[in-house]
């Protein structure tokens, strides 16, 4: 069966450093990705997403992840961080002929000043 | 597009009480799921309907949850006899048809958040 691991539940960084979130999936074939960010109080919005082609997919809010085969990884990264990007991450596969998606249990990332 | 919109944002209600929440998805999706997020958790899939047909339910949608679609455009879930455990955030989402949710992603909206005291 699909699922997602999030190893991190917190992660604090400053404003301005680099950020990695580690998203790693179990799928039997060719995985589609996503990264979710959801603020307090809010739904989800759709950060980026992957399905074949370049392993490094960018996305919005200057966001990238890459995808990695070998290692069953799907990481995100921003080269810095502003005060905005605080909020939780969510890592998923799409799972199913419903095209529903699962979810990681998410990364709560908070930004230093 | 107005997005997807869920009604109310929050509901607070006794345990053993029923409770439906409301979500009317953007317009021209024929897709339609209900998640359930508890705290410290990602979403978990519920339910899924495709125009007014329910074509997937969870083993977490027991019997006291039912959910409809009736003309293939608003959605509501229903909890009847609520317990604590029921506590949590509802979203949905919706989309429009795809061969997979990379081609149709899922929109989502704010939520419903149930607290049962």
């Known amino acids: 069966a699909q699922s997602v691991t999030q190893p991190d539940i917190h992660i604090t960084v400053s404003e301005g450093a680099s950020l990695e979130l580690r998203c790693n999936y179990s799928y039997g074939a060719t995985p589609y990705l996503f990264w979710y960010v959801q603020s307090p109080g809010q739904g989800l919005q759709l950060l980026l997403k992957y399905f074949s082609g370049d392993t490094l997919v960018q996305g919005i809010k200057g966001f990238e992840a890459e995808f990695k085969r070998s290692q069953s990884s799907f990481n995100l990264r921003k080269p810095s961080v502003h005060w905005s990007d605080a909020a939780e991450y969510f890592c998923?596969?799409?799972?199913?002929?419903?095209?529903?998606?699962?979810f990681g249990t998410g990364t709560l990332l908070a930004v230093q000043p | 597009d107005t997005g997807v919109s869920q009604d109310p944002r929050h509901k607070i209600t006794k345990r053993g009480q029923n409770v439906t929440f409301r979500c009317d998805p953007i317009?021209?999706?024929?897709?339609l799921y209900w998640y359930r997020q508890t705290l410290g958790q990602g979403p978990e899939f519920l339910t899924y309907?495709?125009?007014?047909?329910?074509?997937?339910k969870s083993r977490l949608l027991s019997d006291r949850f039912s959910a409809e679609r009736p003309k293939g455009s608003f959605s509501t879930l229903e909890i009847q006899r609520t317990e604590q455990g029921d506590s949590a955030m509802y979203l949905c989402a919706s989309s429009s048809d795809g061969s997979s949710s990379y081609n149709s992603p899922l929109h989502f909206g704010n939520g419903t958040r149930l607290t049962v005291t």
């Open positions: 309907f495709q125009n007014e047909a329910q074509l997937e």
């Open positions: 317009s021209e999706h024929n897709r």
């Open positions: 998923a596969v799409e799972g199913g002929a419903t095209n529903k998606l699962i």
